[in-house]
């Protein structure tokens, strides 16, 4: 037999680490092993549990390899775990494809119109190619509508701009120079995992960690302090903290000079929140509050690792640009471990325009681009859109009917007769229940993609490993050839990977991205961005002078006339969310639900996997209950549950512990199909948007929590 071949690949799914992965290939084609590559400074050797068995997924016998069509008279709607071969019939890509292009060619032509059709598509793929390219290019030649991908970070994503002008922070490399670490919302362990090490390496030094979170995460376990905020505070916590710099004078005057406007409305707006307000608000002692402000302040460096729970919430976007803030108060950039990180994916700043080429929608037969929706209200868009209604939906990257928020709305709008659902996928989801045509997808090894990452600052190619099992797609081969089906002649729709790749790279407006090549790419595999070589014998440090600020202002923006121009708070400020334990609502559902994100899935990815869905076995179908929670309601540990509020209801089984703070109740997002009825924790979700970014608000839950007697064993995975 042929020696191993070693490929060298990115991880594309929805994680800020992005890890460089070996992957063994045998003689026979066939992958053997999948690695850390040991010479990536952030990846360091090692994959998180989850991809460590992604071979696991990609030679799944549950694996979609296949076209399929829903067979005639089959209903839309759960379809238990190895059943769909009563509802699907397999049938050819090429009768795929014409029925796809002749049902939407109809749409267009109808009263309805292009704008009735609806991509929907998210970070399942976070490859450059895999998130947005060729589909880009097809739907704005439709005339489709535009969907607005809010679903993850967009509160958050607006509060770095606002406050910075740009998407950059703290490098990850970089953690282990830091004092003081403030994970505020970070579960590492679970979520971000290659940081840890860098933070094991400051913590052997003296650093403390400090884990900020409703939640008793896996990190908060192994932090050194664990403040148990609640829900939806986070905002004034951190004016909180502010007050304390302030007052005590432990911001540092010289940076806030220089390098930020607004100090003085901020201060008077601090003054508000004394810690004793502060305390009430939260749930957190005056003293810690005081004691945090002190630590941060003075034990420096200081680092915030702020992650995207925070930005989930009704007040998510105030809350962000406070935290956001904070290094800004205390000069914490100017020392090297120092600032914040949310996001660096400022840093990979590609020729969107030649990628996505949003120009093509002057070709199609509105002559403009299509409306834009918002993916976080797809139940309103389904159910209640108009002008057009949604008459088609292609969902690729993502598994709608159970990670989107108010899923009753949704799972009534895909049930729809009239409504025609194309979904690309790896396996039988929630999602292709509902579907009339489902398409086999490819993953990470059968395809040639490239990436930048949100959490560190390496560009990676990521070299096909093996050829497409069974009759597997790429969303670039797709979308190529369904734009054939539809007739498009445009060469564009002709580009392979490789010539989309080098029109992304090529016409940056970005220096930092300025003469690397998909050729240098290729010889390397990785490349980190070209940043300026500031202070401290050239350790790349953002924002300590005026030339990385993006702002209108050209400096850190604690007070924004541009968001004022748009209506906002042009500071930061607590406001308790419409569903808080501080609205009237909560008289009829007093408890705070956390919609949790599993361990052992990515989102819903992962779930199809039964060896994932053992090591969730334990946490899927459970509702966490504080234990005085508990004893009010008569529940017993083990008891069988139902949680609900005014948009439904679903069936849990009790455990009652203190990982969440009286009041606050906790359960973990999953397949829908593996529950009794079809239903998961987004049911109880709102399509309330955040106050900036337009994002969901999934942590503003008010719930209630009954005894019932139905068995325990209706959510067993």
Known sequence: MDPLK???????????DACSVLISVNGEGRATKLQGNPDHPVTRGFLCAKVTKYLDLVYSPDRLLYPMRRRSGAVKGPVPLGKHAAVFERISWDEALDVIATRLKDIISSKFGPESILPYSYAGNMAVLGYGSMDRRFFSRLGA?????????AAGGEALM????????????????ARTILAWGANILGTNVHLWPFIEEARQKGARLIMIDPYKTRTAQAADWHLQIRPGTDSALALGMMHVLIKENLYDADYVQRLTHGFEPLRDRAKEYTPACVAEVTGLSTEDIVRLAREYATATPSVIRMNYGVQRGQNGGAAARAIAMLPCLTGAWKHLGGGLQLSTSGAFQFNKQALERPDLALKSSIGRLGRVVNMSRLGHALTELSDPPVQAMVVYNSNPAAIAPNQTAVLRGLRRADLFTVVH???????????DIVLPATTFLEHKDFEGAYGQYHLQLSEQAIAPLGEARSNVTLFRQLAQHMGFTEPCFLDTEDDMIDQALSGTTSPWLEGITREQLEARHSIRVKFPQETNDGAFQPFVSEEWFRTPSGKAEFYSETLAAQGHDPLPGYVAAEESRHSPLARRFPLELLARKGDNYMNSTFAGLASHRVMEATHFGVLEMHPADALARGIADGDAVEVFNERGKIPLRAKVIATVPAGVAASRLGWNKLTCDGQGVNVLTSETLTDLGGGPTFYSTLVEVRRTQQGSECNEP
């Open 162 to 177: 606002a406050v910075y002008g740009a998407k950059l922070g703290t490098d990850p490399e970089h953690f282990r120079h």
């Open 145 to 153: 509508s535009r969907l607005d991908r809010t679903i993850c970070s």
């Open 6 to 16: 070693v490929v060298h690949a990115a991880c594309p799914l929805d994680c800020p």
């Open 425 to 435: 996928e790896q396996f039988f989801t929630d999602t292709t229940d509902y579907a």
